[in-house]
């Protein structure tokens, strides 16, 4: 019998009723205090795929982090709020009791058009093979789920403080570990596995935290099933730190160097 | 008397009870088909802002355009889904009759920190003097309603048609016509006043359309009250158009080269 991949178990969710599911926090993919928001925005948006009134795949989902998950269950409301002939608007819900953690909206599309330009490129990186994996990350489980290497940017976790501010930007790789045949729910949890520009220019645990992501699916299904499970080229950067809030965007490139997935967060940081 | 500007005429809304607003479209700011998008989420935003429950500035929205809306009248509801110490989370939803018109997810924050870093600067551009306003945009009320100067990356509304591709890039000033003092409001219109990037590449009428927009506001009120009604200098661009869909994302910056708001967009175009 093959074992169920983490990411998996992580995002299974028992439906109840039309458009209303139950799941459940899992321990692999702890963060400091309750799950990896990138875990409850995928299962954020599998409620929606695994709802029968889903039409196409989806091309962008913005998830309001609300309030902290509780370790335990949960539950998620699906609503379909407008489906047209190309596009479909869901609104989405993760409650805990009556208590509103995430909020969320997808949009899922038929995707039929041909005409395909990529004006961008990948950034400039080193092989994977010449990138060491991330170390040091210790107590936070979700990090031990991915293999991070990075080729710009790389985090530090030890310290000492250097007072002078680093670069917010990174560039690394990125896939599941064990590795696990790329879709829309892992790309929507790598979405936000990009670690906070705040600490990326500033070494320091202070409280922060992702506020609301947003990513737009570019790339199709069939872009997805042809990278498979390698891992993916990841770009990070930010624009501006200021009173308590900066933007981090992000890029997500294919191994044959398509962009699957862009997009921005907005967090939020103590002093 | 002072005549009202045309803004704030298209931006008003009359409460009708609590969380609930009537408005009407506004011809100075028609687009094809309905209002320009940007004049909808500043109305999106306007529900919240005049809530009586409104916490703090806003510092994120995402827009989704769900339908057309017709001209003429339509109602908000404004739903504070959770108010914490320092972040407040809204859901928005604009109808005419039974039909789901626009969502929108809407934070304010109280912004109390000093901390502030600006690791990207503003893009490089001709003085606004040295760029021509834009002409021949004709029929499109709202584009009327700007000042548009581009430095780089002007459309082009005439063609001939040019079958290669152009530039996605767009380097530009705009500022409301006439001027008018900016705010939290003026700025998420201005958000979603970039020109399609798929017009830019390839400047042939298509059906097309912003299906999400997110805005992430950086800026302070003390930086755009600094700023005043002088033009923004914006910058705008796409990183790969695939099957229907673009991704087009944004920077707007003050006067005085401060990062005000930077956002993304998912834009649909038929072939």
């Known amino acids: 019998m093959t074992e ?87 609104s989405v819900e993760l409650t805990q009791g009556p208590k509103t953690c995430t909020t969320a909206t997808v949009i899922c599309a038929k995707r039929t058009a041909d005409f395909s330009h990529q004006p961008a490129n990948p950034p400039d990186a080193a092989l994977y093979e010449e990138c060491e994996p991330m170390t040091n990350q210790g107590r936070l489980n979700w990090l031990n789920r991915y293999d991070f290497r990075f080729s710009e940017g790389a985090p530090d976790f030890t310290g000492p403080l250097d007072p002078a501010l680093r670069s917010a930007r990174s560039v690394q790789y990125v896939s599941d570990n064990p590795p696990r045949p790329l879709d829309y729910l892992s790309l929507t949890a790598i979405s936000d596995g990009f670690l906070l520009r705040m600490f990326n220019i500033r070494p320091k645990f ?33 624009t501006r730190f200021h009173g308590n809030f900066h933007d981090q965007h992000m890029q997500l490139w294919s191994a044959s160097g398509k962009l699957l997935a862009m997009g921005t967060q907005i967090v939020w940081f103590k002093e």
Chains 1, 2 share one sequence.
């Open 4 to 90: 169920q991949h983490p990411f998996d178990t992580a995002t299974t969710l028992a439906p109840l009723s039309e458009g209303l599911f139950q799941g459940h926090t899992s321990p692999a993919y702890g963060n400091i205090a309750g799950p990896f928001g990138g875990v409850t925005a995928a299962n954020m948006m599998q409620a929606v795929l695994q709802d029968s009134r889903a039409q196409g795949d989806p091309i962008s989902i913005t998830v309001n982090f609300c309030a902290a998950v509780a370790d335990g269950e949960f539950e998620i409301v699906a609503e379909p709020k407008r489906s047209g002939k190309y596009l479909q608007h869901w």
């Open 206 to 238: 202070v409280p922060m935290g992702t506020v609301s992501l947003t990513t737009h699916f570019i790339g199709s299904a069939a872009d997805m099933a042809e990278h498979g499970d390698r891992p993916l080229l990841g770009m990070a950067d930010a």
